[in-house]
Structure formats: structure tokens, C-alpha cells
């Protein structure tokens, strides 16, 4: 599984190339769906309960992101089921 690192800013305010970084990361099935149960709960949160918030200051890019990552899990999730499923079957 790859995850996306950070990008960095220039300390004078104005935007650097975003760079993205790949790592593997090992994970069982459980442990996918505990990450997507967290993930879409905290996705709420923040999409629908925080800017009720006095001072909250919305980042739809890192809703939009999440929704993205969010996804990709369950489609993880989803492939290891078909895998299951058919058994002597090997797919990708």
C-alpha cells in the first residue's frame, strides 16, 4: 500500500512543487477496516461537525483527500474479498 508524505512550503509563504513520497506499509485485513471505520468517522467529523465550530477554518482538500484515501482502503478491502472468495484463483 502506498501512502502520499507531505509537501513542504518555502518559509517565506510561497508554494513549493508538491513532491510525493511512496512507502509500503504492511497491514492485515483488520487492521485496513479498523483504519476505514476511523478514518470515515473523523471525515465526518471534520466535514460536518467542526465548522459548527466557533474559529474552525474549513481545508476541503484534506476532506477531499480523505474521501480519496478512504476509497482506496475499502477498494484494498474489496480485491482481498474477490481474492477469498474464488478460491485457486490468483488475481493481481
Known amino acids: 500500500?502506498?501512502?502520499?508524505g507531505p509537501a513542504s512550503g518555502n518559509p517565506n509563504g510561497t508554494?513549493?512543487?508538491r513532491r510525493m513520497m511512496l512507502k509500503t506499509v504492511k497491514?492485515?485485513?483488520h487492521e485496513i477496516e479498523?483504519?476505514?471505520s476511523l478514518a470515515s468517522d473523523q471525515l465526518f467529523r471534520r466535514e460536518f461537525i467542526d465548522p459548527?465550530?466557533?474559529g474552525h477554518v474549513s481545508k476541503s482538500e484534506d476532506?477531499?483527500?480523505?474521501?480519496s484515501l478512504v476509497a482506496r482502503l475499502?477498494?484494498?478491502l474489496d480485491q482481498d474479498?474477490?481474492?477469498?472468495?474464488?478460491?485457486?484463483?490468483?488475481t493481481g
Request: positive net charge; hydrophobic residues 45%; without cysteine.
Open 74 to 76: 475499502k477498494a484494498v
Open 81 to 90: 474479498k474477490v481474492r477469498t472468495a474464488l478460491p485457486g484463483k490468483k
Open 63 to 67: 476532506i477531499t483527500l480523505g474521501k
Open 27 to 29: 497491514l492485515s485485513t
Open 52 to 54: 459548527k465550530m466557533p
Open 34 to 36: 479498523l483504519l476505514v
Open 1 to 4: 500500500m502506498a501512502v502520499i
Open 15 to 17: 508554494p513549493r512543487r
